[in-house]
């Protein structure tokens, strides 16, 4: 860790933002919540976030996305993170934070997330508590499931509500080209959509203890972009398309312009399009942006949260 003493003008935090390649989900639970499995995979689109020390608790917000919906009081994840590290360590100051974040805002990407566990450890090396990351990994699951992987980093497997993580064995460089939506989707509407759509088919059935399936971790395993094209899947892409049915046009049309295969990106409504190598994801890149969507090239997995 970085303590306060060797950094004085504060701290800098680079997280990354992630995909799902295998996403599913059990049935609502009398809590409101499903239980999930899900592979995360890291990628190459991150967030930064500086940490100054300060009296009270404050909040800056830029970047190469539209922040405009980005709240910059303590309905921010990352605020929010500063403050529950703050009480847990019974620190009586504040943070001055800054983000500039690169992670399309309400895209299924888990931005908010890369902020909050930046925050975390960059107010861990300002403040010179040095919890270690098991116990950052701890605070990370009460704000998000999303939280404690930003963290790791790299590629893992969340059970539970996505937060009970296991590293997962990848070889190699997987290359995905993002296309990014002018409007984002809500997580907890997508979710609700879920539900709904379920409702109207009562004769299929979902499991209580969902799990990743086999061939995803062994596509991983392997390095194999074609094997994992096969085994892509998110259970809750069905209902980020009924909310945005537009996004089934792009979905096509990036599988006619040499995708291995599309996704949602967890709740979307983010694209992600799995390429066969560097070569293909530009080629795929230069297609849909010619005609009219924005797209971006990243790579993973990259590694989680690190001071930089």
């Given at each position: ?6 950094r ?5 935090v680079?997280?990354?933002?992630k995909?799902?390649?295998?996403f599913e989900?059990?049935?609502?639970q ?9 592979a995360?995979?890291?990628?190459s689109l991150f967030?930064?976030?500086?940490a100054?020390?300060a009296r009270d608790f404050?909040l ?11 709240p910059t ?6 605020l929010?993170?500063a403050?529950?590290?703050?009480h847990?360590i019974?620190?009586d ?11 399309p805002?309400a895209g ?6 890369a902020?909050a566990?930046?925050?975390?450890l960059?107010?861990?090396a300002?403040?010179?508590?040095d919890?270690?990351?098991?116990r ?6 009460q704000?998000?499931a ?6 790791m980093g ?5 059970l539970?509500r996505g937060?009970?993580l ?9 290359d995905?080209?993002?296309?990014v ?5 809500s ?9 709904r759509?379920?409702e109207?088919?009562?004769?299929v059935l ?7 399936p086999?061939?995803?971790?062994q596509a991983l ?18 209902a980020s ?5 537009a996004?089934r ?5 990036g599988?006619?312009s040499?995708?291995l295969a599309g996704?949602?990106?967890?709740s979307?409504?983010?694209?992600a399009?799995?390429?066969a190598?560097v ?15 924005k797209?971006?090239?990243?790579h ?6 690190r001071?930089?």
């Open positions: 860790m970085v303590s306060l003493a060797a004085p003008e504060g701290v800098r680079r997280a990354p933002g995909l799902n390649v295998s989900v059990g049935p609502l009398p809590d409101g919540y499903h239980a999930v499995a899900s995360y995979q890291a990628v967030e930064d976030v500086w100054e020390p404050s800056s917000v830029g970047g190469s996305v539209d922040v405009t919906g980005v009081d303590d309905r921010n994840l990352a929010r993170a403050r529950l590290l703050a847990h019974g620190h100051g504040g943070v001055r934070l800054s983000i500039q974040k690169h992670v805002v299924g990407m888990g931005g908010g997330s902020d566990a930046a925050t975390l960059a107010c861990d300002l403040w010179g508590s919890l270690g990351m098991a950052l990994q701890d605070l990370a699951a704000l998000g999303d939280v404690p992987f930003a963290l790299g590629t893992a497997i969340g539970g937060d009970r296991s590293p997962a064995l990848a070889t190699g460089r997987f995905w080209v993002m296309v939506s002018e409007v984002g989707l997580t907890p509407a997508v979710y609700h959509e879920l539900d759509l379920r109207g088919a009562p004769g979902h499991p209580v203890d969902p799990s990743v086999v061939g995803v971790l395993r392997s390095g194999d972009p074609v094997a994992l094209a096969a085994h892509l899947s998110n259970d809750l892409q069905a398309i009924s909310l945005q049915p996004l046009e792009v979905l096509a049309l599988e006619d040499g995708a996704i949602v990106s967890g979307g409504p983010t694209l399009f799995l390429a190598d070569t293909s994801a530009l080629e795929l890149q230069v297609t849909l942006s010619a005609a009219g969507h797209a971006l090239h990243v993973g997995p990259v590694p989680g949260a001071i930089v």
